[in-house]
Each structure stands twice: as structure tokens, then as C-alpha cells.
């Protein structure tokens, strides 16, 4: 089954503790992308990546980072977490200039 | 700055009439626009895709226009049903190569029994 999968699903975890949120496709996309949702504010791009090893930031990049060493995978690196980074987190991937295909989510928690 | 907004933020509809939703976007450049459907507890689902060289595409049961004069793009469901009840999104891409998304606020659509 083509899917887009992101773990884990739900995580509570403290200020400053790293943390990371893998993601991976099997669909042989090269484009990938994280976003977070939070009420009100919709869904808000923090990085993408066009292909292996190659990655930009989106429009909320502070605070994250990614990397892209595997066309299938493309992790969320928290270094230092937050408690306004606790949102709901979404992984997607695409063709290069097709619809993007979304994971099911993680929800972060960070106290 | 560029923006993807939605007119109205709710909408409710009887079971199996017709629902229009609407979206406004402020980049002329755009080429791509996609539509998601989000049930609770879930990722977006795509929907629907059109690209500036058409004005209307449909897929089944949903039809998406594209009216660039006016920068409005519209997501027309026929005959309504319980399980088309969901938050709907209008996505923008901002690049002309590559993708770079920026997505409204969202539309929730309840249907009436």
C-alpha cells in the first residue's frame, strides 16, 4: 500500500530534551515536506526537500531541523524542544509536480 | 504577503444537496492548486488538483474551478453525504518549479441529516 508513515504517532516530552520524528514513503517521491497545524493557524510548512540531500526551509523553520540522506526518509530533528512547539505534526511527500500525499500525524506534546 | 484564505470558515449543508466551497489566493504566479479533505483525528486527504492552464476540473462527485481573473478557486461537491463532513483545505503552490505550498485556514463542512 503506497502511505506516507510518520512515528510516533503521539509524544510528551520535556523542554530540551532532543527529540526526533521520523517519516518515510514508499511511493519513490522526491519531494517531501513538514508541516505543523495549530488551531486557527492552519497548516504552515517548516521544511522541504526536492531530493536527496537537498533541502530549504519553509516558512517555519526556527527551531527545527531536517535532513534528507535517503530518498524514503526525511526525519524532524527538535534539538532543543519548546512548549510553542507542541502541535500536531505532518509529513507529506510528492512527484515533483504532483498533489502531496500526507501521513497521518504526530501529535507533540513538550512540557 | 502572499495569502490562501477562505471566505467562509463554516458551512453546513443538508444531506444530498449540493456544497461550494471557496477560497481566495493573492499570488497571481500560482500555477498548482490543490484541494484536501481532513477528518478529525487524521492527514489531509487530497482531493482534487487543477493547474492554471485549465479553469474547471471535475473528479467524482467534486469539481474544482479556477477563475485567475478574480484569483478564486471554488471545490463543488454534488449530492452532499454524511461522510464528506470534514475540515477542507485550499492549497497554493507559491514556485514555479518545485513545491512550495501554502494552505488556508480550512473550511469545516457539516451535512445535515
Known amino acids: 500500500e503506497a502511505q506516507v508513515t510518520q512515528n510516533p504517532r503521539y509524544l510528551i516530552t520535556v523542554t530540551g530534551k532532543k527529540l526526533t520524528v521520523t517519516c518515510s514513503q514508499n511511493?519513490?517521491?522526491?519531494?517531501m515536506s513538514w508541516y505543523r497545524q495549530d488551531p486557527g493557524l492552519g497548516l504552515r510548512q517548516i521544511y522541504y526537500s526536492m531530493n536527496v540531500e537537498v533541502t530549504d526551509k519553509g516558512d517555519v523553520p526556527e527551531g527545527y531541523k531536517v535532513s534528507r540522506k535517503e530518498k524514503r526518509n526525511f526525519p524532524l530533528i527538535l534539538e532543543s524542544p519548546s512548549p510553542n512547539q507542541t502541535s500536531l505534526y505532518f509529513c507529506?511527500?510528492?512527484?515533483?509536480?504532483?498533489?502531496?500525499?500526507f501521513g497521518p500525524g504526530t501529535r507533540l506534546t513538550v512540557l | 504577503g502572499e495569502s490562501v484564505g477562505l471566505h467562509l470558515p463554516t458551512l453546513s449543508v443538508q444531506e444530498g444537496d449540493n456544497s461550494i466551497i471557496n477560497c481566495a489566493y493573492s499570488?497571481?504566479?500560482?500555477?498548482?492548486f490543490i484541494w484536501y479533505k481532513q477528518e478529525s483525528g487524521k492527514g489531509p486527504q487530497f482531493i482534487i488538483d487543477i493547474r492554471s492552464n485549465m479553469d474547471k476540473r471535475q473528479g467524482q462527485r467534486v469539481t474544482v474551478l479556477l477563475n485567475k481573473t478574480v484569483k478564486h478557486l471554488s471545490l463543488q461537491i454534488a449530492a452532499t453525504q454524511p461522510g464528506d463532513s470534514a475540515v477542507y483545505f485550499c492549497?497554493?503552490?507559491?514556485?514555479?518549479?518545485?513545491?512550495?505550498?501554502?494552505f488556508g485556514p480550512g473550511t469545516r463542512l457539516s451535512v445535515l441529516p
Open positions: 511511493m519513490n517521491h522526491e519531494y
Open positions: 507529506a511527500s510528492s512527484r515533483t509536480d504532483g498533489p502531496q500525499y
Open positions: 492549497a497554493e503552490n507559491r514556485k514555479n518549479y518545485g513545491q512550495n505550498f501554502v
Open positions: 499570488n497571481s504566479a500560482s500555477d498548482y
